[in-house]
């Protein structure tokens, strides 16, 4: 067999066919194609679905103002209200390894209020 031949096995006319072809059929599909309409409402379905308003609120005042200021910037409120029953010593244990650990912006004189209110709140005295 002709080298020459071999290689120009495929005319530069066949290519262009072939990719007429191939752009044809891309066309065809685009205009084919149908974009989703939104979906429509149940009727037969209850009241619409909406997230609960707000989260479980904390002692306003006092109390819980330490709690705001510093354990908020991470965790949730309804985080804070889940949390185990620990005695003042696991709590002091967690401010501090809050602090020292990830860092958090707790100042050492703020650390008493924080452990009093969660054990007052979440502990087991």
């Known amino acids: 067999m002709n080298l020459r ?4 096995g495929i005319s530069s ?17 685009a205009a084919t194609t149908t974009v989703p309409e939104a ?8 009241d619409p679905w909406v997230l609960p308003v ?5 002692p306003e005042g006092e109390p819980a103002a ?6 908020a ?18 709590w002091a244990a967690s ?11 707790i100042p050492t004189n703020d650390v008493p209020a924080l452990v009093s209110y969660l054990v007052k709140h979440h502990g087991k005295e």
Do not use: W
């Not at 330490?66 to 354990?71: E, T």
């Not at 401010?95 to 912006?105: I, N």
């Open 66 to 71: 330490p709690i705001r200021r510093h354990c």
């Open 5 to 8: 031949r071999f290689q120009s």
């Open 13 to 29: 006319r066949g290519v262009f066919r072939a990719v007429l072809a191939l752009t044809g059929a891309l066309v065809l599909a």
């Open 54 to 58: 707000g989260e479980p609120a904390l």
């Open 73 to 90: 910037l991470c965790h949730s409120f309804d985080y804070i209200a889940t949390q185990p029953r620990l005695s003042r010593t696991g």
């Open 95 to 105: 401010v501090e390894k809050m602090r020292a650990k990830y860092g958090a912006p």
């Open 39 to 46: 979906p429509k409402a149940n009727p037969h379905a209850a």
